[in-house]
């Protein structure tokens, strides 16, 4: 079945209006010129001000941007939190230079207001002891979480609500949702997912890249045939609480167990369509469109690999690493100074000799598929931002602008668009939360 798609061609209609529609004052700002850009030029004092990303998409589509209420469902920057040597998340850095994709600099350049910051653990062996240590791992992400909100207390904000994230993005900071990405951690001691509950997070994915004690993975062999027992008690004690279902990364017919199974509407956070390409990490249409009858939502990815055929890198790169990882085999052992011409090096070689990728028009193609089959109400934005998410003219969260233009062109009216960043999420966030209150 088709969903109405609800839309008004913009043919016609002024963007000024759409501006005064929108109901934000978009923020006018000029990047410090100490900060390197990559996507905003520079301005001498004499030129009007620009909104941030004007040159990506032009002055009026960055102001109507600037004014949307943004939120990405996947954000792995806690990964970086923990572990990444001078990764501050209140300074700009640069993707070829340190690999990372999200800060704050570069959020306020992409109009990005938050989203949900994962707490991910990777998968070891499914027994006690494995399941406790990991448990630790996870139990740290979330607590890298809470320590960068409450040493940045004008900057960002915890929400556990919609009703949060709406008052936090009004306040002017930063909404910081947390979700679990592959609950593994969590063992088979279900009273865990309260701990979690207890520390903020509001949504769970049973599962990552390989089977565990939940469910099948998309990336696996049937080992459950979708849910196992417990990955069914794991929906229903989701649902107690009030945290929303991930099914990304989960098999199909977990994916429909989970759809089947949850009282409250299911998300992707971070997947893509299987009509556009054929990967499977992305989902059919026919369980799209089951997830959509129940009201859940798809979060568009972009890992490339997942969008496009990415070819091998090419012989010149693969020289140019092995060379860069024979000259320095330890960055993390390096002096400040030499670590530094380190990256600097690794920035010119990521320049010289880029990594094959998608581009932003799958991510596109991907995301109006998504759209002309489930109409503006099931789709959103989760792009696996540093955590191997970002394509070629896509490559960090300062680009988001251009998806905001290409809704525009493609006839999305501006409520569609506020949805399609933040309202559809929202409201299963909120759904989620008043059947628990409900109970
Ligand atoms: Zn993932």
């Known amino acids: 079945m088709r969903f109405s798609k ?13 501006l005064a529609a929108c109901g934000h004052a978009p923020p006018m700002q000029t990047p410090a010129a100490s900060t390197p850009n990559e996507t905003a030029s520079l301005q001498s004092a004499d030129q009007p001000q620009q909104p941030l990303g004007a040159d990506l998409v032009g002055a009026e589509v960055a102001a109507l941007h600037q004014g949307f209420f943004t939120l990405d469902t996947h954000l792995d920057t806690p990964a970086f939190l923990v572990s990444l040597r001078g990764y501050d998340v209140m300074k700009r850095h640069r993707f070829f230079r340190e690999g990372t994709q999200v800060d704050v600099p570069r959020m306020n350049e992409g109009g990005l207001d938050g989203g949900f910051w994962v707490i991910f653990t990777p998968q ?3 027994n006690e002891a494995s399941y406790q240590s990991v ?3 996870a139990l740290q992400r979330s607590l890298a979480i809470h320590k960068m909100v409450a040493a940045n207390p004008e900057t960002f904000e915890l929400a556990t609500t919609a009703e949060d994230a709406i008052r936090i993005n009004d306040a002017g ?3 910081v949702f947390q979700s679990i990405e592959n609950s593994y951690p969590i063992g088979e001691d279900l009273s865990l997912i309260e701990t979690f509950y207890k520390l903020g997070v509001r ?3 049973p599962v990552h890249s390989r089977n565990n004690q939940f469910a099948d993975s998309s990336t696996d062999e049937p080992q ?15 649902n107690r609480l009030g945290m929303v279902v991930d099914g990304s990364h989960a098999s199909d017919a977990a994916l429909e167990d989970m759809i089947e199974l949850s009282a409250t509407p299911v998300i992707l956070s971070h997947s893509g369509t299987n009509a556009i390409y054929d990967h499977p990490r992305n989902v059919p249409d026919e369980l799209l469109v089951k997830l959509a009858e129940k009201g859940g939502v798809i979060q568009m990815n972009a890992l490339g690999r997942y969008l496009a055929d990415v070819s091998d890198p090419s012989p010149e790169r693969v020289a140019a690493l092995q060379a860069l990882t024979g000259k320095w085999p330890d960055p993390n052992a390096l002096s400040e100074a030499d670590y530094q011409t380190y990256l600097d090096e690794r920035e010119t070689l990521n320049r010289n000799f880029p990594p094959p990728n998608a581009t932003f028009e799958d991510v596109m193609e991907q995301t109006l598929h998504a759209l002309e089959l489930l109409g503006p109400d099931h789709v959103g934005m989760g792009s696996d931002w540093d955590g191997g998410g970002g394509v070629i003219g896509f490559q960090d969260i300062s680009y988001l602008p251009k998806v905001t233009a290409s809704l525009l062109e493609a006839g999305y009216s501006a409520e569609d668009i506020e949805k399609i960043w933040s309202g559809n999420l929202l409201r299963v966030v909120k759904a989620a939360a008043d059947h628990a209150a409900a109970q």
Do not use: F, Q, Y
């Open 6 to 18: 609800g839309t008004r061609p913009l043919a016609g209609v002024a963007l000024a209006s759409l």
């Open 124 to 126: 070891g062996a499914l």
């Open 135 to 137: 448990r630790d791992v």
């Open 173 to 175: 900071k930063k909404v």
């Open 203 to 205: 949504m769970i994915g």
């Open 224 to 238: 459950w045939n979708g849910l196992s027992p417990l990955g069914k008690e794991l929906v229903a004690e989701a």
